[in-house]
């Protein structure tokens, strides 16, 4: 029961959450929200650190962004599958969490398991809500009400439904990043993000400041919802038209 949170980012890889949406999660704990992660694998691929020294910097990232819970579905990295078994495992941890709101990968992408963390994250959250799917003892079946598509460096051809301005948070964001030193120091490019020739985290405050201008603010994260949303009052839209 303590570890139910109100928003849970989802992703593929430990480092993946604080590039795309690192500040909303940030911004989500400043705003008294409990906020949780799942990482999918624990990158025991990746060219650079090993496995146990990944695992320090996710601990030390989820304490940056002052995240009540980090997961690790224990998934094989560049194997990820969606299939019966890793639906059924997060259908668990999903069920362990019982999130509101859930931020997932957004479908397409560079790296083949982030557009399988997409799809496994979306059809699990699903699943997580029927109660004859796997039950477990002393595991309630819940379907997160929402799911946001993290969008942050895509160029395919999809406006942001939203971005949030992260501006406030930019440099917990960014701090966070910073404690996976064994794969960015020294890096020119990062999970969605194509090298330019210039520094990973200089290439990140650029992106960020491109995202944040879109809502006349410094600094942003943008999402995507195949849904449309509601808007109570016109007269208190934001973001100046003309
Ligand atoms: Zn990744």
């Given at each position: 029961?303590?570890?139910h949170v109100d928003l849970l980012a989802?992703?593929?890889?430990?480092?993946?959450v604080?590039?795309?949406c690192g500040g909303t999660l940030a911004k989500a704990v400043t705003a008294g929200h409990r906020v949780g992660i799942?990482?999918?694998?624990?990158?025991?691929?990746?060219?650079?650190?090993?496995?146990?020294?990944?695992?320090?910097?996710?601990?030390?990232?989820a304490?940056t962004l002052g995240v009540t819970v980090?997961?690790?579905?224990?998934?094989?990295?560049?194997?990820?599958?969606?299939?019966?078994?890793?639906?059924?495992?997060?259908?668990?941890?999903?069920?362990?969490l019982?999130p509101r709101v859930v931020i997932?990968?957004?479908?397409?992408?560079?790296?083949?398991?982030?557009?399988?963390?997409?799809?496994?994250?979306?059809?699990?959250?699903?699943?997580?809500?029927?109660?004859?799917?796997?039950?477990?003892?002393?595991?309630?079946?819940?379907?997160p009400y929402k799911?946001l598509?993290?969008?942050?460096?895509?160029?395919?051809?999809?406006?942001?439904?939203f971005v949030v301005d992260i501006s406030e948070v930019f440099e917990t964001k960014?701090?966070a990043?910073?404690?996976?030193?064994?794969?960015?120091?020294?890096?020119?490019?990062?999970?969605?993000?194509?090298?330019?020739?210039?520094?990973?985290?200089?290439?990140?405050?650029?992106?960020?400041?491109?995202?944040?201008?879109?809502i006349?603010r410094?600094y942003g994260e943008?999402f995507?919802?195949?849904?449309?949303?509601?808007?109570?009052?016109?007269?208190k839209?934001g973001?100046?038209?003309?």
């Open positions: 029961m303590s570890e989802i992703a593929a890889h430990r480092d993946d604080e590039l795309t799942i990482d999918l694998t624990q990158g025991e691929m990746g060219t650079r650190g090993d496995a146990a020294t990944r695992a320090a910097e996710a601990e030390r990232a304490k980090r997961l690790n579905a224990g998934m094989r990295d560049a194997h990820l599958e969606n299939n019966e078994a890793s639906r059924k495992k997060l259908v668990g941890l999903i069920r362990e019982q997932l990968p957004f479908p397409v992408g560079r790296h083949p398991d982030h557009r399988i963390a997409s799809e496994l994250g979306r059809d699990a959250c699903y699943l997580a809500g029927l109660a004859k799917y796997a039950p477990s003892e002393g595991s309630e079946a819940h379907r799911l598509y993290a969008l942050a460096y895509r160029e395919d051809p999809v406006k942001p439904t960014m701090q990043i910073r404690c996976y030193s064994t794969q960015f120091d020294g890096a020119k490019a990062a999970g969605e993000i194509h090298p330019t020739g210039q520094d990973l985290y200089e290439l990140i405050r650029v992106q960020s400041a491109h995202y944040g201008s879109l006349r410094r943008p995507y919802t195949p849904e449309t949303q509601e808007v109570e009052d016109v007269l839209l973001v100046q038209s003309i």
